[in-house]
């Protein structure tokens, strides 16, 4: 995963480089800038995105979330009456839950031993905990650093026995972020990662929804909160989006304001778009009709 951890790397000087620049950025004039040549930048980006580096810096650009809202804005409502029912599918990543119980999540994870190590991953690395019956956290450390990112974890199960382990969360996050299908190396047969999600009800309810919005759209916080049955509960639910504990694998990378603007996210804005620009150009590339209005 070395090779990740580079790539994200660049990218995010690559955001601050087209995000400086009055104009868009030719890709001769972009790799220039990130002391690249054309040809190396082409081959990175179109191994890491799966298209080219001049139609990602489209995806990049800072509106390209009010663009993705209008051209791939999920109906919740929908996806969770047809009955999620626990499970989620991220590409042919399937996503079982299990949540804690009531009494378990009031005494803070006493009783619980939780496994962490630290993991490189597209986006930068990654911090990871996991119970024996599944990840239980992951963070990414990009932005925030490693130790920030381990102790906001950590403080959400107080009362927890927490030991150093990467072995205990190494393989789910090799499932986790493998190559989608039709990329070089991609895995043969879906992959199934177990989630132990710990939080109170409400919060659940949220992140349920959050695992009905599919791989490439988005949704709004004005959505989840009626696709959860509490239309007048942006905030709580803008709230319980901010503490989820799996980013990524339950994505709250994907909720936007009504507006289109990104609004928050809790390992970093950046991060947040390069989530949402690596995931609308793996769609696009998938599937060549479904393209973005150009503006």
């Known amino acids: 995963m070395d090779d990740d951890r580079y790539h994200y790397r660049v990218i995010a000087r690559a955001l601050d480089e087209i995000d ?7 890709l001769e004039a972009l790799a220039g800038r990130l002391g690249m040549s054309a040809a190396h930048f082409q081959r990175l980006f179109s191994r890491w995105v799966g298209v080219s580096p001049k139609r990602y810096q489209q995806y990049l650009a800072l509106d390209h979330a009010k663009r993705l809202l209008a051209a791939r804005h999920s109906v919740l409502e929908a996806a969770m009456a047809s009955g999620l029912s626990g499970t989620g599918r991220l590409h042919d990543l399937f996503l079982r839950w299990e949540a804690m119980r009531p009494g378990e999540y009031a005494r803070g994870g006493a009783g619980l031993t939780i496994r962490h190590g630290v993991v490189d991953s597209p986006f930068g690395p990654a911090v990871a905990m996991a119970t024996d019956r599944g990840l239980c956290g992951l963070a990414f450390a990009a932005e925030t650093g490693v130790e920030a990112a381990f102790a906001d974890l950590a403080a959400r199960w107080p009362a927890a026995r927490h030991v150093e382990d990467v072995r205990a969360v190494a393989a789910p996050l090799a499932a986790a972020f493998a190559p989608a299908p039709g990329c070089p190396h991609a895995p043969d047969a879906p992959r199934e990662i177990a989630l132990h999600l710990i939080g109170a009800p409400f919060q659940i309810k949220v992140w349920e929804a959050l695992l009905a919005v599919p791989d490439g759209h988005v949704t709004t916080y004005s959505d989840i909160a009626r696709a959860v049955g509490c239309p007048r509960a942006v ?6 989006v901010g503490r989820n504990p799996i980013a990524f694998l339950i994505p709250c ?8 603007a990104l609004g928050g996210y809790h390992w970093g804005l950046p991060v947040k778009r390069a989530m949402l620009a690596r995931e609308a150009a ?3 590339a998938a599937a060549p009709r479904a393209v973005l209005p150009e503006t």
């Open 20 to 26: 400086a620049a009055p104009a868009p950025l030719s």
């Open 235 to 240: 905030r709580a639910v803008g709230t319980a």
């Open 253 to 260: 990378h994907r909720a936007l304001r009504k507006s289109g």
């Open 282 to 284: 793996r769609a696009d």
